[in-house]
């Protein structure tokens, strides 16, 4: 047992590192003069993803969300990308989205293997059929109304190669194309490294014809490179980009993380001080400044929205969807997004 556990953080931890290593410096490139419209950035949340649901419908209902005109996500961040679109195009409503968010449990993402994984997803497909296709009508990834990019990783897990591609309803990047099935690209997006199995998508030609994981892997922590795809696109860029995030967890819980998949280690990785909300924290500040050493003119309209409140909720425990909403939906009543020089020298690394 305790080879076994020793060999999952090792994979896991692999995985998540490969999010933070150094990367070679990059030119400032050339900022657009036109300025039109919102971009609204969504970050991975797993779990979590009410709190990013929260912070999005406090956006929606204070009027930051009126000229948006560009979508971009990862992970259960692209759920939300999808969840977004059909809010703005008037086909589901907040409170529609809480009620399936709410009745969600363990069981309606994943089945246990044993103490083996990755987990079964089928229950996830099943729940995401029956939203995405059934309900909204968005059978490929060119349904989505408004330009949207989704984020996978190709990865190979010997040599540690990786590369994102941001996956488009319009024309955005070469990798783009409307007719690729949205719930496909959904799984491969969410393929949480080790713990969810890798997916593929079908009758792709603009990708390679093998499995995908999670998006928001390597440079995709903070998604903003589709978004800069979509602006060299349409030659002209965007007069604000909000970047919404979910809280990190202050003290290691991978031993918690390990029960929640039917694993007992008795607590030692948590007594050794090993975080994953600490790795992810920081490749998540390595994406925020990357963005401005790339897009410096847009960051100083970027502004970035992620909820502090004393509560901690595991990353694939989904049986307190309901009190995440509540807890952040109280921090976002008397919290409004922070410019992002403002929240990085307020950050504490």
């Known amino acids: 047992m305790e080879k076994i556990i020793i060999l999952i953080l090792v994979l896991v931890m692999i995985s998540i590192l490969a999010m933070v290593r150094p990367k070679k410096k ?14 609204i950035v969504i970050t991975g949340a797993a ?12 956006m929606y209902n204070s009027g930051m969300m009126d000229d948006v005109v560009f979508i971009a996500g990862a992970s259960s961040g692209a759920l939300n990308t999808v969840i977004l679109n059909a809010i703005l195009d008037k086909k589901l409503t907040w409170e529609v989205y809480k009620e399936m968010l709410f009745t969600l449990r363990n069981q309606d993402i994943y089945k246990l293997n044993g103490k ?28 989505l109304p408004i330009t949207s990019a989704i984020s996978i990783t190709d990865i190979e897990i010997l040599g540690l190669t990786k590369k994102n591609y941001r996956l488009s309803n319009r024309k955005i990047n070469p990798e783009s194309d409307p007719n690729l099935d949205l719930v496909e690209i959904l799984m491969a997006s969410t393929a949480f490294p080790v713990v969810f199995p890798q997916a593929r998508i079908s009758n792709a030609t603009t990708i390679p014809a ?21 602006i060299r696109y ?9 970047i919404v995030a979910r809280k990190n967890n202050k003290k290691p819980e991978l031993s918690q993380e390990l029960e929640t998949l039917g694993m007992n280690d008795r607590g030692i990785l948590d007594k050794l001080g090993i975080s994953i909300d600490d790795i992810l924290f920081k490749g998540f500040i390595k994406g925020l400044k990357s963005l401005q050493k790339e897009a410096p003119g847009l960051a100083e309209r970027t502004y970035v929205y992620i909820p ?31 410019l992002l020089k403002e929240y990085l020298d307020g950050v504490k690394e």
């Open 26 to 39: 990059v030119s400032p490139r050339q900022q657009p003069t036109a300025l039109e419209g919102t971009a």
């Open 47 to 58: 779990a979590r993803i009410p709190q990013e649901a929260a912070l999005l419908e406090k």
């Open 116 to 143: 083996k994984l990755p987990v079964d997803t089928r229950p996830l497909k099943n729940f995401l059929v029956k939203m995405v296709n059934d309900l909204l009508g968005y059978h490929k990834i060119g349904d």
């Open 210 to 230: 093998h499995a995908f994981i999670d998006g928001g892997i390597h440079e995709d922590h903070v998604p903003y490179k589709g978004l800069l795809d979509f």
């Open 234 to 242: 349409r030659g002209a860029g965007v007069e604000r980009l909000y």
């Open 308 to 338: 502090d409140f004393p509560e901690e909720f595991l990353m694939l425990d989904f049986d307190n969807l309901e009190q995440q909403y509540n807890i952040t939906k109280a921090w976002a009543n008397t919290h409004s997004p922070v």
